[in-house]
């Protein structure tokens, strides 16, 4: 069964400019989760996608959104971006329901450097 | 707000030694508490969480609601166990979602 997949691996970007990150949930999940891994900040929630819609987002600025689309694979948007937005970006899937619900599969993750 | 502490940044220990990784929570209600694990160059990945109270790799661990503490145990470090160890907190935060809170993470390094 093949895992999460992320895209690109790596994003280098300039102060100002727009970056979009792509996640690929696992065969069969809904539900899709960012999560953001600052140096010294550790791994933070940004958002949840399920069902193609917005259903939670975590403590970050608008500049931050995305969306799912009717495959269940997400995007991740970050506009005007900052200094501070250089992380490792990864995203996690996990069914809507069952058993399965609370175990979250993560991809390898995006870094996103911004200059 | 929930939070999830882990004191130790870096653990050291050698084979054959117990090892105990520590992780305390706040949160008010019951959440589900997970450990993850990062090897070297791979990826983030589910080592256990506390509803099915299995062993994994030779890891336990307990929830104490009392001490609101999930610590993480191996009576015999291998060298294997060498990783970043992140303990984490779920809870149904309305509309269903099972968003994650994790501690900032123990690395884990086991001594030949």
């Known amino acids: 069964e093949a895992g999460v997949t992320q895209s690109p691996t790596h994003l280098i970007k300039t102060r100002g400019q727009q970056a979009t990150l792509r996640c690929s949930p696992i065969s069969g999940h809904t539900s899709v989760y960012w999560y953001q891994q600052a140096l010294g900040l550790g791994l933070q929630f940004l958002l949840w996608?399920?069902?193609?819609?917005e259903r939670n987002r975590g403590n970050f600025p608008p500049r931050f959104s995305g969306r799912q689309f009717p495959n269940y694979s997400s995007e991740l948007n970050v506009n005007a971006l900052e200094l501070e937005d250089s992380a490792l970006y990864l995203c996690?899937?996990?069914?809507?329901w069952g058993a399965g619900v609370n175990e979250q599969f993560f991809g390898p993750g995006t870094r996103l450097t911004v200059l | 707000a929930q939070r999830v502490t882990q004191p130790e940044k870096l653990l050291s220990v050698f084979k054959g030694a117990p090892v105990e990784l520590k992780c305390n929570y706040s949160?008010?209600?019951?959440?589900?508490l997970f450990w993850y694990v990062q090897y070297s160059r791979q990826r983030l990945q589910l080592l256990l969480r506390h509803i099915s109270r299995e062993s994994i790799k030779g890891f336990t661990a307990d929830l104490n609601k009392g001490e609101t503490s999930f610590h993480l145990k191996k009576p015999f470090a291998q060298e294997e166990d060498s990783a970043m160890y992140y303990c984490a907190l779920s809870l149904n935060s309305g509309a269903g979602s099972y968003q994650l809170t994790f501690g900032k993470g123990t690395k884990l390094s086991v001594i030949p």
């Open positions: 996608y399920d069902e193609g819609e």
């Open positions: 949160y008010s209600g019951s959440p589900e």
């Open positions: 996690a899937s996990t069914p809507r």
